[in-house]
Protein backbone atom coordinates (compact mmCIF):
# COMPACT_ATOMS: atom_id res chain seq x y z
CA UNK A 1 0.00 0.00 0.00
CA UNK A 2 1.39 3.19 -1.56
CA UNK A 3 1.77 6.42 1.43
CA UNK A 4 -0.55 9.30 0.67
CA UNK A 5 0.62 11.91 -1.37
CA UNK A 6 2.56 15.05 0.64
CA UNK A 7 3.12 18.75 -0.48
CA UNK A 8 6.10 20.64 0.48
CA UNK A 9 3.71 23.19 1.35
CA UNK A 10 1.38 21.63 3.61
CA UNK A 11 4.45 20.13 5.24
CA UNK A 12 6.15 23.20 5.94
CA UNK A 13 3.51 25.76 6.30
CA UNK A 14 1.60 24.65 9.31
CA UNK A 15 0.34 28.23 10.04
CA UNK A 16 0.33 30.67 6.75
CA UNK A 17 0.85 33.75 9.55
CA UNK A 18 3.97 32.71 10.53
CA UNK A 19 6.91 33.83 9.00
CA UNK A 20 9.37 31.42 9.38
CA UNK A 21 7.36 28.99 7.75
CA UNK A 22 6.50 30.61 4.68
CA UNK A 23 10.27 31.14 4.03
CA UNK A 24 11.58 27.38 4.84
CA UNK A 25 8.57 26.61 2.12
CA UNK A 26 10.43 29.63 0.15
CA UNK A 27 13.81 27.61 0.58
CA UNK A 28 12.30 24.81 -0.57
CA UNK A 29 11.03 26.06 -3.59
CA UNK A 30 14.06 27.90 -4.52
CA UNK A 31 16.27 24.47 -3.99
CA UNK A 32 13.94 22.57 -6.38
CA UNK A 33 14.07 25.42 -9.14
CA UNK A 34 17.61 25.35 -8.76
CA UNK A 35 17.33 21.48 -9.46
CA UNK A 36 15.05 22.28 -12.50
CA UNK A 37 17.75 24.63 -14.07
CA UNK A 38 20.43 22.27 -13.61
CA UNK A 39 18.76 19.50 -15.51
CA UNK A 40 18.22 21.86 -17.96
CA UNK A 41 21.69 22.71 -18.37
CA UNK A 42 22.51 19.60 -18.51
CA UNK A 43 20.02 19.08 -21.51
CA UNK A 44 18.21 16.37 -20.22
CA UNK A 45 14.46 15.59 -21.82
CA UNK A 46 11.51 16.92 -19.98
CA UNK A 47 10.06 13.70 -19.00
CA UNK A 48 13.90 13.15 -17.10
CA UNK A 49 13.73 16.71 -15.56
CA UNK A 50 9.86 15.81 -13.86
CA UNK A 51 11.55 12.47 -12.58
CA UNK A 52 14.30 14.17 -11.30
CA UNK A 53 11.97 16.93 -9.62
CA UNK A 54 9.65 14.22 -8.36
CA UNK A 55 12.52 12.33 -6.88
CA UNK A 56 13.63 15.63 -5.01
CA UNK A 57 10.33 16.63 -3.59
CA UNK A 58 9.60 13.21 -2.30
CA UNK A 59 13.34 12.85 -0.80
CA UNK A 60 12.19 16.85 1.90
CA UNK A 61 8.32 15.77 1.84
CA UNK A 62 8.62 12.33 3.42
CA UNK A 63 11.87 13.31 5.39
CA UNK A 64 11.47 15.06 8.77
CA UNK A 65 14.57 15.42 8.93
CA UNK A 66 15.25 17.15 5.63
CA UNK A 67 11.75 19.33 6.63
CA UNK A 68 13.69 20.30 9.96
CA UNK A 69 16.70 21.70 8.19
CA UNK A 70 14.40 24.12 5.59
CA UNK A 71 12.70 25.05 9.09
CA UNK A 72 15.99 25.73 11.15
CA UNK A 73 17.57 27.61 7.72
CA UNK A 74 14.54 30.06 8.20
CA UNK A 75 14.73 30.55 11.63
CA UNK A 76 18.71 31.76 10.75
CA UNK A 77 17.56 33.75 7.99
CA UNK A 78 14.94 35.40 10.18
CA UNK A 79 17.38 35.82 13.27
CA UNK A 80 19.39 37.63 10.87
CA UNK A 81 17.04 39.67 9.54
CA UNK A 82 15.89 40.73 12.35
CA UNK A 83 19.75 41.19 14.11
CA UNK A 84 20.59 43.72 11.06
CA UNK A 85 17.60 45.38 11.12
CA UNK A 86 17.82 45.80 14.49
CA UNK A 87 21.30 47.53 14.23
CA UNK A 88 20.07 49.41 11.63
CA UNK A 89 17.55 50.83 13.83
CA UNK A 90 20.02 51.36 16.68
CA UNK A 91 22.79 53.14 14.41
CA UNK A 92 19.73 55.69 13.19
CA UNK A 93 18.67 56.05 16.98
CA UNK A 94 22.18 56.90 18.51
CA UNK A 95 22.77 59.44 15.00
CA UNK A 96 19.01 60.93 15.70
CA UNK A 97 20.38 61.68 19.68
CA UNK A 98 23.37 62.47 18.72
CA UNK A 99 21.87 65.21 16.15
CA UNK A 100 19.99 66.68 19.35
CA UNK A 101 22.32 66.82 21.95
CA UNK A 102 24.55 68.81 19.42
CA UNK A 103 21.24 70.49 18.90
CA UNK A 104 20.56 71.32 22.66
CA UNK A 105 24.50 71.72 24.02
CA UNK A 106 24.38 74.38 21.35
CA UNK A 107 21.16 76.32 22.38
CA UNK A 108 22.42 75.38 26.01
CA UNK A 109 25.88 77.39 25.31
CA UNK A 110 23.91 79.92 23.87
CA UNK A 111 21.52 80.37 26.51
CA UNK A 112 24.97 80.88 28.90
CA UNK A 113 26.12 83.67 26.57
CA UNK A 114 23.16 85.20 26.99
CA UNK A 115 23.58 85.03 30.74
CA UNK A 116 26.84 86.03 30.96
CA UNK A 117 26.23 89.05 28.81
CA UNK A 118 23.41 90.27 31.15
CA UNK A 119 25.59 89.32 34.02
CA UNK A 120 28.41 91.63 32.85
CA UNK A 121 26.00 94.35 32.31
CA UNK A 122 24.41 94.40 35.70
CA UNK A 123 27.94 94.04 37.30
CA UNK A 124 28.69 97.45 35.26
CA UNK A 125 25.42 98.67 36.46
CA UNK A 126 26.58 97.95 40.13
CA UNK A 127 29.87 99.51 39.53
CA UNK A 128 28.63 102.46 38.13
CA UNK A 129 26.69 104.71 41.01
CA UNK A 130 23.10 106.29 40.52
CA UNK A 131 22.40 109.86 40.25
CA UNK A 132 21.82 110.05 44.39
CA UNK A 133 25.09 108.03 44.91
CA UNK A 134 26.76 110.50 42.76
CA UNK A 135 25.35 113.66 45.00
CA UNK A 136 25.57 111.88 47.47
CA UNK A 137 29.21 111.62 47.63
CA UNK A 138 29.73 114.79 45.87
CA UNK A 139 28.16 116.58 48.65
CA UNK A 140 30.62 114.43 51.15
CA UNK A 141 33.67 115.21 49.00
CA UNK A 142 32.64 119.15 49.00
CA UNK A 143 31.90 119.34 52.89
CA UNK A 144 35.03 117.38 53.51
CA UNK A 145 37.84 118.78 51.41
CA UNK A 146 36.46 121.82 49.22
CA UNK A 147 34.75 123.69 51.90
CA UNK A 148 35.47 124.37 55.41
CA UNK A 149 34.69 126.91 58.36
CA UNK A 150 32.32 128.15 59.35
CA UNK A 151 29.95 127.59 55.98
CA UNK A 152 30.58 123.93 55.69
CA UNK A 153 29.15 123.37 59.44
CA UNK A 154 26.30 125.68 58.82
CA UNK A 155 25.47 123.59 55.76
CA UNK A 156 26.02 120.61 57.61
CA UNK A 157 23.35 121.42 60.04
CA UNK A 158 21.15 122.22 57.47
CA UNK A 159 21.35 118.51 56.12
CA UNK A 160 21.64 116.94 59.60
CA UNK A 161 18.29 118.95 61.04
CA UNK A 162 16.26 119.15 57.89
CA UNK A 163 17.17 114.81 57.92
CA UNK A 164 15.91 115.01 61.65
CA UNK A 165 12.91 117.00 61.21
CA UNK A 166 11.66 114.79 57.89
CA UNK A 167 11.32 111.67 60.70
CA UNK A 168 10.43 113.37 63.56
CA UNK A 169 7.83 115.85 63.38
CA UNK A 170 7.57 116.18 67.11
CA UNK A 171 11.23 118.38 66.99
CA UNK A 172 10.04 120.45 64.06
CA UNK A 173 10.09 123.73 66.46
CA UNK A 174 13.74 122.59 66.90
CA UNK A 175 14.66 122.06 63.69
CA UNK A 176 13.00 125.49 63.11
CA UNK A 177 15.17 127.48 65.73
CA UNK A 178 18.36 125.47 64.50
CA UNK A 179 17.56 126.41 60.93
CA UNK A 180 17.28 130.32 61.84
CA UNK A 181 20.06 130.32 64.46
CA UNK A 182 22.42 128.89 61.38
CA UNK A 183 21.20 131.93 59.05
CA UNK A 184 21.44 134.17 61.90
CA UNK A 185 25.23 133.16 61.72
CA UNK A 186 25.95 133.21 58.15
CA UNK A 187 23.68 136.27 57.98
CA UNK A 188 24.13 138.49 61.05
CA UNK A 189 21.55 141.33 62.42
CA UNK A 190 24.54 142.87 64.31
CA UNK A 191 27.60 144.60 62.10
CA UNK A 192 30.31 142.20 61.55
CA UNK A 193 33.58 144.42 62.01
CA UNK A 194 35.14 145.12 58.45
CA UNK A 195 32.20 144.13 56.76
CA UNK A 196 29.31 145.19 57.00
CA UNK A 197 30.20 149.19 57.27
CA UNK A 198 31.83 148.52 53.82
CA UNK A 199 28.20 147.14 52.48
CA UNK A 200 26.33 149.95 54.65
CA UNK A 201 28.88 152.46 52.72
CA UNK A 202 28.55 151.00 49.52
CA UNK A 203 24.94 151.49 49.67
CA UNK A 204 24.89 155.24 50.68
CA UNK A 205 27.03 156.47 47.56
CA UNK A 206 24.85 154.83 45.51
CA UNK A 207 22.84 157.46 43.47
Excluded at 5 to 10: D, N, P, R, V
Excluded at 49 to 72: G, K, M, N
Excluded at 153 to 178: E, H, M, Y
Aim: with cysteine; hydrophobic share 40%.
Amino acid sequence: MSQPKKWGFTELVQDSDEPEQLIAYAMYKADKDDLAIQCRARLLPEADIVVELTSFHDSIAYSERRLQDYRDKAKRAVDQLVSSVSERLAAAYDQTISTMTDEHQIDLQEKWKKWGEDAALYSAHLTKPVWYTRFGKGILSWLGGGVSGLLATAISTLLIVGAVSLFTPSVRDTARDSLKGVVDTLIPETPIPGVTETVKTNKQTQP
